[in-house]
């Protein structure tokens, strides 16, 4: 500090300033601009989001209102992009004929589990649905059908107890109705923070479907990728006539869980719908586009011995 006083004093304020001034803490240039703090240039020049989506499968870049007219598969190379409960279900059903059932199941958070509450209601908000699950008596074609369509949206499609009472009444409504049942799963599997009251969904609704089928009526389960765990494990496994989406990824456990415990190299496309056609576990892989034509065929098929 002394020097700064002498330096002053003796050199004087006509002399030329010393090159290092000695409060060294300020910075020179005060109002110099932080990078990356103008975000206006770059980012905007970026296109609208929503309007233009990327297929992780070509890579290529579609008009979000062409997918969606293309039931949510990619037209170049025939990615099947997950779709909502309800555009699915506008997809397969005849107009207007869908009765939903128990829209207002709601679930409870039993185990007091840590941001459960927050969960589910960030997700009702995101997807406008109440659970994991849409369930109702609509018309395929000529049939009368009992359908339930699950969504991904809501909390990875888990099975809570709201998702297995739902489709325990849809099944037991399609029992006494006489009519074919058909479910179309995605799901990560049980939902966990409902710990037990999730996992006895599993034989509840297995329990249903052994009653539907000793009716001796149809019950056509339609794998969607990702479709995991106690769903699996459960109803989705149990059809008749078991279809999946091309390329679905299907199992119980996921191939890093399985690869990790057994230490054995899996064999290639492991867990997809393709390799498990070839394995006998899957009927028929059917696209998107040509689910409802081929749902109506296998109804006829199926309800051919049946007087409606
Ligand atoms: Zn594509």
């Not at 008009?63 to 099947?80: I, T, Y």
């Not at 109803?235 to 999946?244: H, P, Q, S, T, V």
């Amino acid at each position: 500090m002394a020097t700064t006083f002498l330096t002053k004093q003796t050199i004087g304020v006509k002399q030329m300033e010393p090159a290092l001034t000695p409060h060294l803490g300020r910075p020179t240039l005060p109002n110099k601009p932080k990078l990356g703090a103008d975000k206006t240039r770059t980012k905007k020049r970026e296109i609208p989001e929503g309007l233009w989506i990327k297929c992780p499968a070509c890579e290529s870049t579609i008009f979000d209102k062409e997918l969606a007219a293309n039931l949510k598969v990619c037209p170049k190379c025939q990615h099947h992009f997950p779709i909502g409960a309800r555009e699915r279900i506008h997809s397969l059903v005849e107009t207007c004929t869908f009765q939903e059932l128990d829209a207002e199941m709601t679930s409870v958070d039993v185990l007091k589990f840590a941001s459960y509450k927050s969960k589910l209601e960030r997700d009702r908000k995101a997807s406008t649905l109440m659970d994991a699950v849409v369930t109702g008596i609509c018309k395929i074609g000529s049939h009368r059908v009992a359908l339930g369509v699950m969504d991904f949206s809501f909390m990875g499609g888990s099975m809570g107890s709201v998702v297995g009472e739902k489709l325990t009444r849809l099944i037991e409504r399609g029992t006494e109705g006489n009519w074919p049942i058909i479910l179309i799963s995605t799901s990560g599997g049980a939902r966990m923070q409902e710990g037990m009251f999730s996992l006895m969904q599993m034989v509840k609704t297995a329990a249903a479907l052994a009653y539907h089928a000793r009716a001796r009526l149809p019950y056509i389960s339609m794998l969607t990728n990702n479709s995991y765990g106690g769903v699996m494990a459960s109803y989705a496994a149990l059809g008749d006539l078991i279809l999946a989406e091309p390329k679905a990824m299907i199992g119980f456990a996921g191939p890093r869980v399985i690869k990790d415990t057994t230490h054995a190299e899996l064999p290639p496309g492991f867990q997809t719908a393709e390799f498990l056609l070839d394995h006998g576990l899957i009927d028929a892989i059917v696209p998107r586009k040509e689910m409802k034509e081929r749902l109506v065929k296998y109804l006829d098929f199926l309800a051919a011995g049946k007087t409606a």
